[in-house]
């Protein structure tokens, strides 16, 4: 059931999407409920640091961690709860914030 929300949320506009999560609170849980356990406790802290993270170092390197968190990270920018830092220069691994505080 969560793998068909977060893909009718994918394929909504983007530009619809902030407006869902800032006028509809619950929408916002449920969406984050949907998402992987990794994805939700990166989601978490990301939601109190205001300027662009690298997140890369919050996983191990070992037993598979880059992958899931690839996964974990593409799963969330593609329901716009988060966003990349602009292409070109820095790491990869490099993200922005959540949505909205993203300048």
């Known amino acids: 059931m ?7 949320l994918g394929d909504l ?4 999407l902030p407006l869902l999560y800032e006028n509809s609170p619950c929408c916002a849980v449920a969406v ?3 998402l992987s356990p990794l994805a939700r406790q990166i989601l978490m802290r990301l939601a109190f640091i205001e ?6 170092s919050w996983v191990s ?7 899931q968190l690839q996964e974990a990270v593409r799963a ?5 709860v988060v966003v990349s830092e602009g292409g070109g220069g820095g790491q990869h691994g ?6 909205g505080k993203v300048k």
């Open 2 to 8: 969560s793998e068909v929300v977060l893909e009718y």
């Open 76 to 80: 969330m920018e593609r329901v716009g």
């Open 94 to 99: 490099e993200r922005g914030a959540p949505i």
């Open 61 to 67: 390197p070992v037993a598979g961690g880059r992958e």
């Open 32 to 34: 984050l409920r949907c």
């Open 13 to 16: 506009p983007s530009s619809s």
């Open 51 to 56: 300027q662009p993270v690298e997140i890369s």
